[in-house]
């Protein structure tokens, strides 16, 4: 399928590298933040969610950081493998709407 | 576990034209969305779907789209008329109610609309 990730914010790694992924996000009473990787062609995949209380939450090979106090928001992929090569979307979760605002993507190339 | 279908996977269109996409959702989730998805941005959600109720369409241009689902499983979104702006990836989600604090979202892969 199509690429989405045209004209979009590219970071590119060595496999086996540890990628940092950024993203602002633009309303302070969210409660929860996710990130979402989408490859080529498909939908966008849920990879893990923090809780606008928490500053840290670490998954299997992913760390995000969240840091209310600049509004931003990171994920750390460890050992970044070519399969992760994908765009990667944070988005913002209001409880009580169920409805997901998403931030720009950025495009993580990761060559072997 | 089957995810949620989409079709078709790609659609042609002239503007003025009229155009509709299909989403089936994973079996026994209640919530349904519609999202938009422009060429390098994140996806947009156009309506959701609680069983065969609209939840939220506010970002619905609802003088040219319209989505429906009947029984409260499949749904569709029609544009009538297509505009060249509408060329974007149709995204199709969907939801169960859990026990956990939100629901999660699971995408289908999309219908990609290029409207010439």
């Known amino acids: 399928g199509e690429s989405v990730g045209l004209h979009l914010p590219t970071l590119s790694v060595q496999e086996g590298d540890n990628s940092i992924i950024n993203c602002a996000y633009s309303?302070?009473?969210?409660?929860?933040f996710i990130w979402y990787k989408q490859e080529s062609g498909k939908g966008p995949q849920f990879i893990i969610d923090?809780?606008?209380?928490?500053d840290k939450r670490q998954g299997q090979r992913v760390t995000v950081l969240l840091n209310k106090t600049v509004k931003h928001l990171s994920l750390q992929i460890a050992a970044t493998q070519p399969g992760d090569s994908a765009v990667y979307f944070c988005?913002?979760?209001?409880?009580?709407?169920?409805?997901?605002?998403f931030g720009k993507g950025t495009m993580l190339l990761v060559s072997p | 576990e089957a995810g949620v279908a989409q079709s078709p996977r790609y659609k042609i269109i002239e503007k003025r034209q009229s155009v509709a996409f299909w989403c089936n959702p994973i079996?026994?989730?209640?919530?349904l969305y519609w999202y938009q998805q422009i060429l390098g941005q994140g996806p947009k959600l156009l309506i959701q779907?609680?069983?065969?109720?609209?939840?939220?369409d506010s970002q619905l241009p609802k003088d040219r789209f319209s989505a429906e689902r009947l029984k409260g499983v499949d749904s569709t979104l029609k544009i009538q008329p297509a505009k060249l702006e509408d060329s974007a990836v149709y995204l199709c989600?969907?939801?169960?109610?859990?026990?956990?604090?939100?629901?999660?979202?699971?995408f289908g892969p999309g219908t990609r609309l290029t409207v010439t």
């Open positions: 779907f609680q069983n065969n109720g609209v939840v939220d």
């Open positions: 988005a913002e979760l209001l409880l009580g709407y169920s409805t997901l605002t």
């Open positions: 309303n302070s009473a969210s409660d929860y």
């Open positions: 989600a969907s939801s169960r109610i859990s026990p956990g604090p939100w629901d999660e979202q699971y």
């Open positions: 923090i809780r606008s209380n928490m």
């Open positions: 079996s026994g989730h209640a919530t």
